[in-house]
């Protein structure tokens, strides 16, 4: 168990979700990077290494899944698990089983998602920190 | 053997002939007759035959025997008998000439055959024809016969009165105003394979309506056991078809108000849980954050349910004769107030004498309503400007046709991809809110106001709808 709180990056163009994603995680004692769109979240994630990734995959133009892949290939952010939220379950798993070229992700949850079962995946990814709240 | 012997054996063998035989001279009197005529009709001799056959009174009129007197040649034909009973006897006639040794015809021979039973199973028969010819007419689809070069030899009644007499033309022709066969054609498959076939098919009446059909053909075969003809038979489909389209876009609305739900519910628990947790650690700033969520998402539901009900009961639209005015006022002062808990500055700008227009109100506060929502969302969603407006402006002159409504905000824009599917049924996938129904729903509305719905809009930049609506109800467009 590290000392130094776990850093994890959102990536999430909803504002709403995006503040409770942040106020959430941070209430659980991990430190929150933000990013609102796919290009700065992959940037984001090259420059600040998180421990751990939320991805919203149903970002406009498909960036989502571009984001996830160019995670995936490119070596300093290959290691970083991924959770992949989605609000189109059927879709995605479908897709997800088709495209060779993109890995299933660390963690999947489907809106709307329990935040304790976020909390619990997170956890079990890279580790638990003390609440902060 | 001799002579009289001979006699009498041919004198047997005549009686016992199995039909009426009589001979008759030039006057038509009885000569001779066998047992069996004896037995049904008589024997008296020089009776005339009109007498003794049928009860007459006086020769008849196109006698067989009078013709075989006259050519020489054998007559035959059918006629109608009175035994002595008075019994009604049909029988097939046949005669022919007995000539002397001067070779003169000296008396006719009429050998008739009772054809009772040949009638009765005649009678039987046209009443099956005729059974199935009603059949064949009455039954309420489209049924030809077609002959391997595809030209129709009957057709039913049904078919005749949507397709025209069609009977000597080709079967391609009438139903479908076509100069060559079909591609695949189920009629030339039967023909081929010699079994029923089955396809689905689009027609055109004589009127110009397109129906859809289900073709069924069978083979009808002759004595030889030769496909001769085959029957087309096509069942009328077309309302089946429309009310699975109309089913298709029902799956489609729960589709989109499964995923408006969705996302609502994710929106809710995003502003519940700041709500609790900033009552917890006794955080104004996030207690308010939260309730903003809730109270705009608890809006998005009063919306949604007026949505899925205009478009479930597709209502007929109730007009009524409105004050343009007062209408947007009502709207604006409704917009304001949500304003602010969208962060958005809303400016009107309305015209001066807008007058009267005939609407559904309810409808088209609805429709505006929508749009209005939706570019008051583009703000919220987009993080990048500092600081957002939603303009509603509406103009027209007095004396126009037209009055014109433009909703111009400056929030996240539209990529073509959702410009394009922006007023469809179309289950998006993108954000929480995705097109959903709204749009779909203003867009039919205005439509059936006999209006129109424009859109420009940037990516970033922001969107500009304008709706045009008809001051007076465009007649025949309702």
């Given at each position: 168990m590290s000392k130094d709180p776990k850093k994890i990056l959102v990536v999430e163009d909803e504002p709403d979700m995006l503040d409770f994603l942040s106020v959430f995680l941070h209430d659980n004692g991990f430190n929150v990077i933000i990013a609102t769109d796919g290009r700065q979240g992959f940037e984001k994630a090259k420059k600040e290494r998180p421990d751990l990734i939320t991805l919203?995959?149903?970002?406009?133009?498909?960036s989502g899944v571009r984001t996830l892949r160019n995670i995936q290939e490119d070596p300093d952010t290959a290691a970083i698990p991924v959770i992949v939220i989605t609000g189109v379950s059927k879709d995605f798993k479908k897709f997800i089983h088709e495209r060779k070229t993109v890995k299933p992700p660390a963690g999947y949850l489907e809106k709307p998602f329990e935040k304790e079962e976020l909390l619990a995946m997170a956890t079990k990814l890279i580790g638990y920190n003390d609440k902060v709240t | 053997m001799d002579n009289s012997e001979q006699k009498d054996i041919y004198k047997n063998y005549f009686n016992e002939i199995p039909c009426y035989v009589t001979v008759l001279n030039r006057e038509k009197q009885l000569i001779d007759c066998n047992r069996v005529f004896k037995d049904h009709f008589?024997?008296?001799?020089?009776?005339?035959c009109w007498e003794l056959?049928?009860?007459?009174m006086c020769k008849c009129q196109d006698c067989l025997v009078e013709k075989t007197f006259q050519t020489g040649e054998p007559g035959h034909g059918e006629e109608l008998f009175v035994n002595i009973k008075g019994e009604n006897i049909p029988v097939y006639v046949k005669t022919s000439a007995i000539y002397d040794k001067a070779g003169k015809i000296e008396s006719v021979l009429v050998a008739s055959t009772d054809i009772s039973e040949v009638k009765k199973i005649q009678k039987k028969l046209n009443k099956t024809r005729q059974s199935l010819h009603q059949i064949f007419e009455e039954v309420p689809c489209y049924i030809t016969v077609q002959d391997s070069d595809l030209v129709i030899r009957s057709a039913n009644r049904k078919f005749r009165e949507d397709f025209?007499?069609?009977?000597?033309?080709?079967c391609y022709e009438a139903?479908?105003?076509?100069?060559e066969p079909c591609l695949v054609c189920p009629v030339m498959k039967t023909f081929e394979d010699g079994r029923s076939n089955q396809s689905e098919e689009i027609v055109t009446s004589m009127g110009g309506e397109q129906f859809n059909v289900l073709v069924h053909t069978a083979p009808l075969r002759d004595h030889d056991g030769k496909i001769s003809q085959v029957i087309e038979m096509s069942v009328n489909i077309t309302q089946i078809r429309q009310l699975q389209d109309q089913l298709a876009s029902l799956g489609l609305l729960v589709g989109s108000i499964s995923h408006g739900i969705k996302g609502l519910a994710s929106a809710l628990d995003c502003g519940m849980y700041l709500m609790n947790s900033g009552l917890e650690i006794n955080d104004r700033e996030r207690i308010e954050k939260g309730w903003n969520i809730v109270s705009r998402n608890v809006d998005r539901i009063r919306s949604m349910i007026s949505d899925i009900l205009y478009y479930a009961k597709d209502r007929d639209l109730q007009y009524e004769t409105v004050e343009i005015k007062t209408f947007i006022n009502d709207i604006a002062e409704m917009m304001s107030s949500k304003a602010e808990s969208f962060k958005v500055n809303f400016k009107t700008e309305f015209g001066d004498s807008l007058g009267e227009f005939k609407v559904d109100p309810t409808a088209i506060r609805s429709a505006l309503v929508n749009i209005l929502e939706n570019s008051f969302d583009a703000c919220r969603k987009?993080?990048?400007?500092p600081s957002h407006q939603v303009k509603f402006n509406v103009y027209s002159e007095n004396a126009s046709r037209n009055v014109i409504f433009d909703v111009i905000d400056n929030g996240i824009g539209m990529d073509r991809e959702t410009q394009e599917k922006v007023f469809s049924l179309f289950f998006s996938?993108?954000?929480?809110?995705?097109?959903?129904?709204g749009l779909f729903i203003s867009n039919k509305i205005i439509s059936k106001h006999g209006g129109t719905i424009e859109l420009k809009t940037k990516p970033k930049e922001g969107a500009h709808f304008r709706v045009t609506l008809p001051r007076e109800l465009i007649s025949g467009r309702q």
């Amino acid at each position: 168990m590290s000392k130094d709180p776990k850093k994890i990056l959102v990536v999430e163009d909803e504002p709403d979700m995006l503040d409770f994603l942040s106020v959430f995680l941070h209430d659980n004692g991990f430190n929150v990077i933000i990013a609102t769109d796919g290009r700065q979240g992959f940037e984001k994630a090259k420059k600040e290494r998180p421990d751990l990734i939320t991805l919203d995959i149903t970002m406009p133009e498909e960036s989502g899944v571009r984001t996830l892949r160019n995670i995936q290939e490119d070596p300093d952010t290959a290691a970083i698990p991924v959770i992949v939220i989605t609000g189109v379950s059927k879709d995605f798993k479908k897709f997800i089983h088709e495209r060779k070229t993109v890995k299933p992700p660390a963690g999947y949850l489907e809106k709307p998602f329990e935040k304790e079962e976020l909390l619990a995946m997170a956890t079990k990814l890279i580790g638990y920190n003390d609440k902060v709240t | 053997m001799d002579n009289s012997e001979q006699k009498d054996i041919y004198k047997n063998y005549f009686n016992e002939i199995p039909c009426y035989v009589t001979v008759l001279n030039r006057e038509k009197q009885l000569i001779d007759c066998n047992r069996v005529f004896k037995d049904h009709f008589g024997a008296k001799i020089g009776a005339y035959c009109w007498e003794l056959c049928k009860g007459r009174m006086c020769k008849c009129q196109d006698c067989l025997v009078e013709k075989t007197f006259q050519t020489g040649e054998p007559g035959h034909g059918e006629e109608l008998f009175v035994n002595i009973k008075g019994e009604n006897i049909p029988v097939y006639v046949k005669t022919s000439a007995i000539y002397d040794k001067a070779g003169k015809i000296e008396s006719v021979l009429v050998a008739s055959t009772d054809i009772s039973e040949v009638k009765k199973i005649q009678k039987k028969l046209n009443k099956t024809r005729q059974s199935l010819h009603q059949i064949f007419e009455e039954v309420p689809c489209y049924i030809t016969v077609q002959d391997s070069d595809l030209v129709i030899r009957s057709a039913n009644r049904k078919f005749r009165e949507d397709f025209g007499e069609a009977v000597n033309i080709h079967c391609y022709e009438a139903y479908k105003h076509r100069d060559e066969p079909c591609l695949v054609c189920p009629v030339m498959k039967t023909f081929e394979d010699g079994r029923s076939n089955q396809s689905e098919e689009i027609v055109t009446s004589m009127g110009g309506e397109q129906f859809n059909v289900l073709v069924h053909t069978a083979p009808l075969r002759d004595h030889d056991g030769k496909i001769s003809q085959v029957i087309e038979m096509s069942v009328n489909i077309t309302q089946i078809r429309q009310l699975q389209d109309q089913l298709a876009s029902l799956g489609l609305l729960v589709g989109s108000i499964s995923h408006g739900i969705k996302g609502l519910a994710s929106a809710l628990d995003c502003g519940m849980y700041l709500m609790n947790s900033g009552l917890e650690i006794n955080d104004r700033e996030r207690i308010e954050k939260g309730w903003n969520i809730v109270s705009r998402n608890v809006d998005r539901i009063r919306s949604m349910i007026s949505d899925i009900l205009y478009y479930a009961k597709d209502r007929d639209l109730q007009y009524e004769t409105v004050e343009i005015k007062t209408f947007i006022n009502d709207i604006a002062e409704m917009m304001s107030s949500k304003a602010e808990s969208f962060k958005v500055n809303f400016k009107t700008e309305f015209g001066d004498s807008l007058g009267e227009f005939k609407v559904d109100p309810t409808a088209i506060r609805s429709a505006l309503v929508n749009i209005l929502e939706n570019s008051f969302d583009a703000c919220r969603k987009d993080l990048d400007k500092p600081s957002h407006q939603v303009k509603f402006n509406v103009y027209s002159e007095n004396a126009s046709r037209n009055v014109i409504f433009d909703v111009i905000d400056n929030g996240i824009g539209m990529d073509r991809e959702t410009q394009e599917k922006v007023f469809s049924l179309f289950f998006s996938s993108k954000g929480i809110e995705g097109t959903g129904l709204g749009l779909f729903i203003s867009n039919k509305i205005i439509s059936k106001h006999g209006g129109t719905i424009e859109l420009k809009t940037k990516p970033k930049e922001g969107a500009h709808f304008r709706v045009t609506l008809p001051r007076e109800l465009i007649s025949g467009r309702q």
